[in-house]
């Protein structure tokens, strides 16, 4: 592990818990001026260089890794004949997005048109396009939607297989379009998928925005520093706490702290530090600085089960490619060339679809890979089975479950409580998913090169069988949201300011802060929240109306010796 030492760093303006898609853009972000000092505090040790970031393919070496994962499960789902779901979230520079799968995917237009229905003044599609498109750089669709010089190269997903053509060739037989740009005009038809990589290599928070930004003298990575508790002065928060090397540290902020630990994390956060329902922090006797009952409420996420089929013949499916002598080609061919399926992202065919007419956009997603995935050794890998599947989700579910501390201990993990398919809309939604799947592949010319469904199977027709199905097999894409909801309800957490109601100087700035899941995967439209939560952070801080904290109340409490770690 190589060490780089820099100036240290007393009283930063801002502190940003954690460096993953909304924390480390916001990190950057407010170091670009040069007028600022910024602190970015990250749990995880390995960095922008760690082995398995870079190659897209990756991140299934990754997803059940402790080295750069949480690792944690849910509770005991009554939803699902209780099964403990896993879920994944990034402890490495750069967070979830430098563990993902890649996908480039913004959502719908209505998704944050309902936002601002909901109470989120002023996070309307049409003022949150213009940070989309900031954060991107493309040559994909055109100048009203999309980004030519920001930060995150996006690009198409390349047709390993000539499985891709017959699938959409299918897709079309049943009337969906092909749609060269899904993040333009309408999400709906089929498409390869757009992903954040770049001559063969991932795009990530750590490579595109903090690599570049830690030349700065004024912006600081603390990489391993767990942040166990907020510092507050009455209602106003004035630092941190973490640990880090084994020692607890503390440090003070001149101006603001943004939380950005994730919607699994910023909740525990809060909580641990007084934050929250009343009622749940004295079941942990945490004294309570502020009442918010909405923390920690309105988990959500994108669930649903892997449909599967086997070709009658060889050169469709990846399987081949991804063992023995086959990968040993596909290898060197990423080493020398970047090319190969190693230098693309996962389910790298999309379909968005409707569960039925007369609604407005697609409510359907379908994920297609031309293999499958077994799990060995807690790494996910190609199967030997020659064959396909479509992970068929629901785009907006309605049903919401919880994210709650279990204990004061800052290093145990919380109660993740997901309740997917508690809805009637839900059910008859995620239903119709499998149905739709199954009514591309039913046609020529994909139709003619399947052997068999291998799952659930062809046994398996009625809507109760398959809502079976659905519930023994489904899971998540990893896309945890919602649970310290924007909004000015009794159940919500932060403003449309990102402000946390009733604190001074604390921001939240992930996925937590969505009222509802969007449409599509959460990497983009949380580095979306983060470039907005910069500006909104700059321009108060340039306003007399919002004052600093004291220099002589913002020195540590305990010695900052500030390290940018590369690994």
């Given at each position: 592990m190589d060490s780089k030492q820099s100036t240290p760093l007393h009283a930063p303006d801002f502190i940003v818990i954690g460096s993953g898609s909304g924390g480390g853009v916001v990190a950057a972000r407010l170091s670009e001026s040069g007028k600022y000092k910024v602190l970015?505090?990250?749990?995880?040790?390995?960095?922008?260089?760690?082995?398995?970031?870079?190659?897209?393919?990756?991140?299934?070496?990754?997803?059940?890794?402790?080295?750069?994962?949480?690792?944690?499960?849910?509770?005991?789902?009554?939803?699902?004949?209780?099964?403990?779901?896993?879920?994944?979230?990034?402890?490495?520079?750069?967070?979830?997005?430098?563990?993902n799968?890649?996908?480039?995917?913004?959502?719908?237009?209505?998704?944050?048109?309902?936002?601002?229905?909901?109470?989120?003044?002023?996070?309307?599609?049409?003022?949150?396009?213009?940070?989309?498109?900031?954060?991107?750089?493309?040559?994909?669709g055109t100048d009203d939607y999309r980004g030519r010089q920001g930060p995150m190269k996006v690009t198409t997903a390349s047709k390993t297989s000539p499985f891709y053509d017959l699938f959409m060739q299918s897709a079309q037989a049943v009337g969906l379009p092909l749609n060269p740009d899904y993040s333009g005009s309408t999400q709906h038809g089929v498409a390869m998928a757009q992903i954040n990589v770049w001559k063969g290599l991932r795009q990530s928070t750590a490579t595109q925005y903090l690599e570049p930004a830690r030349k700065r003298p004024n912006l600081t990575i603390l990489q391993g520093a767990h942040v166990t508790g907020l510092?507050?002065?009455?209602?106003?928060?004035?630092?941190?706490?973490?640990?880090?090397?084994?020692?607890?540290?503390?440090?003070?902020?001149?101006?603001?702290?943004?939380?950005?630990?994730?919607?699994?994390?910023?909740?525990?956060?809060?909580?641990?530090?007084?934050?929250?329902?009343?009622?749940?922090?004295?079941?942990?006797?945490?004294?309570?600085?502020?009442?918010?009952?909405?923390?920690?409420?309105?988990?959500?996420?994108?669930?649903?089960?892997?449909?599967?089929?086997?070709?009658?013949?060889?050169?469709?499916?990846l399987c081949d490619r991804g063992r023995g002598w086959g990968l040993v080609r596909?290898?060197?061919?990423?080493?020398?060339?970047?090319?190969?399926?190693?230098?693309?992202?996962l389910?790298?065919?999309?379909?968005?679809?409707?569960?039925?007419?007369?609604?407005e956009q697609s409510d359907i997603a379908l994920l297609v890979n031309p293999f499958m995935i077994e799990v060995r050794n807690k790494?996910?890998?190609?199967?030997?089975?020659?064959?396909?599947?479509?992970?068929?989700?629901?785009?907006?579910?309605?049903?919401?479950?919880?994210?709650?501390?279990?204990?004061a201990d800052p290093l145990a993990d919380p109660a993740i409580h997901y309740r997917f398919l508690a809805t009637e809309k839900d059910r008859r939604t995620a239903v119709m998913a499998v149905r739709r799947a199954r009514e591309i592949a039913?046609?020529?010319?994909?139709?003619?090169?399947?052997?068999?469904?291998?799952?659930?199977?062809?046994?398996?027709?009625?809507?109760?069988?398959?809502?079976?199905?659905?519930?023994?097999?489904?899971?998540?894409?990893?896309?945890?949201?919602?649970?310290?909801k924007m909004g000015q309800d009794p159940m919500a957490v932060v403003d449309p300011s990102l402000r946390v109601h009733g604190i001074a100087g604390l921001r939240i700035a992930d996925c937590s802060i969505m009222p509802m899941i969007i449409s599509g995967n959460t990497s983009i439209p949380a580095m979306m929240i983060g470039e907005r939560c910069a500006d909104m952070v700059l321009a108060d801080a340039g306003r007399p109306a919002f004052p600093a904290v004291p220099a002589s109340t913002a020195v540590p409490a305990t010695q900052l010796t500030p390290e940018l770690v590369h690994h």
């Amino acid at each position: 592990m190589d060490s780089k030492q820099s100036t240290p760093l007393h009283a930063p303006d801002f502190i940003v818990i954690g460096s993953g898609s909304g924390g480390g853009v916001v990190a950057a972000r407010l170091s670009e001026s040069g007028k600022y000092k910024v602190l970015c505090l990250e749990a995880g040790t390995r960095g922008a260089g760690y082995i398995w970031t870079r190659p897209p393919v990756g991140g299934g070496m990754m997803i059940e890794s402790p080295e750069v994962n949480w690792c944690q499960f849910a509770q005991p789902n009554p939803d699902l004949g209780g099964r403990r779901v896993y879920v994944a979230r990034g402890k490495i520079l750069g967070g979830s997005s430098a563990i993902n799968g890649l996908i480039f995917n913004r959502g719908q237009r209505l998704d944050y048109d309902a936002w601002e229905r909901m109470g989120c003044t002023g996070w309307s599609y049409r003022d949150v396009l213009p940070y989309f498109k900031k954060l991107e750089s493309t040559d994909i669709g055109t100048d009203d939607y999309r980004g030519r010089q920001g930060p995150m190269k996006v690009t198409t997903a390349s047709k390993t297989s000539p499985f891709y053509d017959l699938f959409m060739q299918s897709a079309q037989a049943v009337g969906l379009p092909l749609n060269p740009d899904y993040s333009g005009s309408t999400q709906h038809g089929v498409a390869m998928a757009q992903i954040n990589v770049w001559k063969g290599l991932r795009q990530s928070t750590a490579t595109q925005y903090l690599e570049p930004a830690r030349k700065r003298p004024n912006l600081t990575i603390l990489q391993g520093a767990h942040v166990t508790g907020l510092l507050f002065e009455g209602k106003r928060c004035v630092g941190v706490r973490y640990r880090r090397n084994g020692a607890m540290e503390e440090v003070r902020a001149r101006r603001e702290v943004i939380l950005s630990a994730g919607a699994i994390g910023s909740p525990q956060l809060l909580e641990l530090s007084g934050i929250g329902n009343p009622a749940i922090l004295a079941r942990h006797g945490i004294p309570v600085v502020h009442a918010l009952p909405g923390v920690g409420e309105n988990l959500r996420d994108h669930f649903g089960p892997s449909v599967q089929w086997k070709f009658n013949r060889k050169g469709l499916s990846l399987c081949d490619r991804g063992r023995g002598w086959g990968l040993v080609r596909e290898v060197l061919s990423y080493v020398f060339r970047r090319k190969g399926f190693i230098s693309q992202g996962l389910a790298t065919l999309r379909v968005f679809t409707r569960s039925h007419e007369g609604i407005e956009q697609s409510d359907i997603a379908l994920l297609v890979n031309p293999f499958m995935i077994e799990v060995r050794n807690k790494k996910r890998l190609m199967s030997p089975i020659n064959g396909f599947f479509a992970f068929a989700q629901v785009q907006r579910p309605e049903s919401a479950g919880s994210s709650h501390i279990q204990s004061a201990d800052p290093l145990a993990d919380p109660a993740i409580h997901y309740r997917f398919l508690a809805t009637e809309k839900d059910r008859r939604t995620a239903v119709m998913a499998v149905r739709r799947a199954r009514e591309i592949a039913a046609v020529a010319p994909l139709a003619d090169v399947i052997a068999e469904e291998l799952q659930p199977g062809a046994q398996v027709q009625s809507d109760e069988d398959i809502l079976a199905f659905i519930r023994r097999a489904g899971n998540t894409t990893y896309h945890p949201v919602g649970t310290c909801k924007m909004g000015q309800d009794p159940m919500a957490v932060v403003d449309p300011s990102l402000r946390v109601h009733g604190i001074a100087g604390l921001r939240i700035a992930d996925c937590s802060i969505m009222p509802m899941i969007i449409s599509g995967n959460t990497s983009i439209p949380a580095m979306m929240i983060g470039e907005r939560c910069a500006d909104m952070v700059l321009a108060d801080a340039g306003r007399p109306a919002f004052p600093a904290v004291p220099a002589s109340t913002a020195v540590p409490a305990t010695q900052l010796t500030p390290e940018l770690v590369h690994h």
